[in-house]
């Protein structure tokens, strides 16, 4: 029988640096931040943080914070 993957969907906050990179954190996740030169670069590495994080996480029992989606109106 094939293992079961669960896969979440994390909101990553992506910031230009002053040197041109990309400063990336995911706000659900306390502390998870990565870094790249490029965009596509960031991306990849907050994949492999978030990767880290959830694995840690489960290690020591720490929870996965709930996530909830706001929705506000802007004029």
């Given at each position: 029988m094939?293992?079961?993957e669960l896969v979440q969907t994390f909101e990553a906050v992506f910031?230009?640096?002053e040197?041109?990179?990309f400063?990336?954190?995911v706000?659900?996740?306390k502390g998870c931040h990565s870094w790249g030169a490029t965009r596509a670069?960031?991306?990849a590495h907050i994949k492999e943080a978030i990767e880290l994080w959830l694995e840690s996480a489960k290690e020591l029992g720490i929870p996965i914070p709930d996530?909830?989606?706001v929705q506000?109106?802007?004029e």
């Open positions: 094939a293992k079961r910031e230009t640096d040197d041109g990179g400063h990336v954190h706000p659900a996740l670069e960031a991306r996530r909830e989606s506000v109106a802007t």
